[in-house]
């Protein structure tokens, strides 16, 4: 439970990073789309499906008005839906299969709105439909299983983060006083940490990065679970959010929404903008081998 966090924010990242330009009905059937299984080396297997919608708005909600009619029409929500099955290893890499998925639910845009079908679509061939993440490297597939481009992936951050926390607990709720050790523990190793000024049950975790800004992460002291990330840089704005809703099931406490946000500034009417990603997760599954 205790790595579901990072991977989950690595997933969207990495399947958002490639355009999609026209959905494959890739609905899950009876036989599995990944071949990855739980190995002696694996901590964590995990299995679920996610309909993300994106847009974009203006970070101030007054701004709006200053907005072009191209910038106004990208607040329509695009809907597209992935299947994904990951594995985190005991020393902190990650494995991960994710595949572009249709749900029947999904709006169909027109042919010429902008964020659904294009004018001039991709040719089939050249639109991405699969991603699988082995050994620190990503490779993109279209839909006959070829290969579209590859490189490395950074899971520096993700592995750091798992590192940070992988103390908390091997299968439960730690007692308060081994909490405020491993509190301790992230404060050695340059964290500084405090009770959040207006939730007691958050603490809020703030790390200097090298490039002098800053990662603000808040924890649920009761979950024990990061519920938000946020980095900020050497001048003082944000550059992403990252935050998960999490709900109690019977196989645990599993995350069902997780919101993303990334800010820009607008080159038509220079407003400061975000592109904002909304996942909802079902059909979640854990397997663990700790």
Same mark, same amino acid.
């Given at each position: 439970?205790?790595?579901?966090?990072?991977?989950?924010?690595?997933?969207?990242?990495?399947?958002?990073?490639?355009?999609?330009?026209?959905?494959?009905?890739?609905?899950?059937?009876?036989?599995?789309?990944?071949?990855?299984?739980?190995?002696?080396?694996?901590?964590?297997?995990?299995?679920?499906?996610?309909?993300?919608?994106?847009?974009?708005?203006?970070?101030?909600?007054?701004?709006?008005?200053?907005?072009?009619?191209?910038?106004?029409?990208?607040?329509?929500?695009?809907?597209?839906?992935?299947?994904?099955?990951?594995?985190?290893?005991?020393?902190?890499?990650?494995?991960?299969?994710?595949?572009?998925?249709?749900?029947?639910?999904?709006?169909?845009?027109?042919?010429?709105?902008?964020?659904?079908?294009?004018?001039?679509?991709?040719?089939?061939?050249?639109?991405?439909?699969?991603?699988?993440?082995?050994?620190? $490297? %990503?490779?993109? !597939?279209?839909? =006959?299983?070829?290969?579209? *481009?590859?490189?490395?992936?950074?899971?520096?951050?993700?592995? +750091?983060?798992?590192?940070?926390?992988?103390?908390?607990?091997?299968?439960?709720?730690?007692?308060?006083?081994?909490?405020?050790?491993?509190?301790?523990?992230?404060?050695?190793?340059?964290?500084?940490?405090?009770?959040?000024?207006?939730?007691?049950?958050?603490?809020?975790?703030?790390?200097?990065?090298?490039?002098?800004?800053?990662?603000?992460?808040?924890?649920?002291?009761?979950?024990?679970?990061?519920?938000?990330?946020?980095?900020?840089?050497?001048?003082?704005?944000?550059? $992403? %959010?990252?935050? !998960?809703?999490? =709900?109690?099931?019977?196989? *645990?406490?599993?995350?069902?929404?997780?919101?993303?946000?990334? +800010?820009?500034?607008?080159?038509?009417?220079?407003?400061?903008?975000?592109?904002?990603?909304?996942?909802?997760?079902?059909?979640?599954?854990?397997?663990?081998?700790?």
């Amino acid at each position: 439970m205790k790595h579901i966090v990072f991977v989950l924010g690595v997933a969207a990242l990495l399947f958002s990073s490639c355009r999609e330009d026209k959905q494959v009905d890739a609905r899950p059937t009876e036989s599995s789309f990944s071949a990855l299984t739980m190995t002696e080396d694996a901590a964590v297997r995990l299995r679920y499906d996610m309909i993300t919608a994106t847009f974009v708005l203006p970070e101030d909600p007054a701004d709006t008005t200053d907005l072009t009619i191209e910038e106004k029409a990208l607040a329509t929500p695009v809907y597209r839906g992935k299947r994904v099955n990951q594995m985190v290893y005991k020393n902190g890499t990650v494995d991960a299969d994710m595949e572009k998925g249709l749900e029947e639910s999904l709006p169909d845009y027109p042919d010429n709105a902008i964020g659904g079908k294009r004018a001039f679509p991709m040719a089939e061939e050249d639109q991405l439909h699969r991603i699988e993440v082995r050994g620190g $490297t %990503v490779t993109c !597939y279209n839909a =006959e299983g070829e290969i579209l *481009g590859s490189g490395l992936s950074n899971t520096g951050n993700i592995a +750091y983060l798992q590192t940070a926390v992988q103390h908390l607990g091997e299968g439960g709720v730690l007692e308060g006083e081994q909490f405020e050790y491993v509190l301790e523990s992230l404060r050695q190793a340059g964290f500084d940490i405090v009770d959040d000024a207006q939730h007691s049950n958050l603490a809020k975790w703030t790390y200097q990065r090298a490039d002098g800004g800053q990662r603000i992460l808040y924890i649920d002291k009761a979950l024990q679970k990061i519920t938000t990330r946020i980095n900020v840089s050497a001048s003082g704005e944000t550059e $992403t %959010v990252s935050q !998960y809703l999490f =709900e109690e099931t019977d196989s *645990g406490v599993v995350p069902v929404v997780h919101r993303f946000v990334t +800010y820009f500034d607008s080159p038509f009417s220079e407003t400061r903008m975000t592109i904002r990603k909304v996942s909802k997760f079902k059909n979640f599954e854990i397997e663990k081998n700790l």
